[in-house]
Antibody
């Protein structure tokens, strides 16, 4: 079955860090564009970061310098290292497979990150 | 960044009725607009890409149209499972951006 399963979210204090994981099955992460998209409570969707099949990475201005996207080809898993967390980073973080035409054709169920003291 | 404005924010309709959702872009995105459906506690699901191309497995009652700055998602006859929030997303320019969503609720 083709699916994405995120993990790693939780409650963290401002300034803290987490590593989010997204395990893929049914397809190869390294052969695809893979993105993270987040959704703050009661809000809309915000694209966060992408890693291309060739390895290039890009970030939204709101997270640049604080978040790092990566992948482990041997584990077929996507990661998002989130550092220097702020209250406005509180959101459900989804991983999504991005097509070469820049829309998202497969999403995981998300993992909740709550930044609070 | 391209801003996508969806209207109305909430659409109250009965099963069997036609739903018309709008998405307006702050600048032209050509035909590169996608639509997603999201139900409470679930991930978004791709409905439409490139303004009018239905994704695999999406029923024919969902259709998309438009180009440039004005786009429409139409649900021809609402089924009970269609009551959800719908988001548009432009896939023409970086950064990729989403609209604020339209909630289709049962009247």
């Amino acid at each position: 079955e083709v699916q994405l399963v995120e993990s790693g979210g939780g409650l963290v204090q401002p300034g803290g860090s987490l590593r989010l994981s997204c395990a893929a099955s049914g397809f190869t992460v390294s052969s695809n564009y893979m993105s993270w998209v987040r959704q703050a409570p009661g809000k809309g969707l915000e694209w966060v970061s992408v890693i291309y099949s060739g390895g290039s990475t890009y970030y939204a201005d709101s997270v640049k310098g604080r978040f790092t996207i990566s992948r482990d080809n041997s584990k077929n898993t996507l990661y998002l290292q989130v550092n220097s967390l702020r209250a406005d980073d509180t959101a459900v973080y989804y991983c999504a497979r991005e097509t070469s035409n820049w829309y998202f054709d497969l999403w995981g169920r998300g993992t909740l990150v709550t930044v609070s003291s | 960044d391209i801003v996508l404005t969806q209207s109305p924010a909430t659409l109250s309709l009965s099963p069997g009725e036609r739903a018309t959702l709008s998405c307006r872009a702050s600048q032209s995105v050509s035909s590169y607009l996608a639509w997603y459906q999201q139900k409470p506690g679930q991930a978004p699901r791709l409905l439409i890409s490139d303004s009018s191309n239905r994704a695999t497995g999406i029923p024919a009652r969902f259709s998309g149209s438009g180009s440039g700055t004005d786009f429409t998602l139409t649900i021809s006859s609402l089924e009970p499972e269609d009551f959800a929030v719908y988001y548009c997303q432009q896939h023409n320019n970086w950064p990729l951006t989403f609209g604020g969503g339209t909630k289709v609720e049962i009247k």
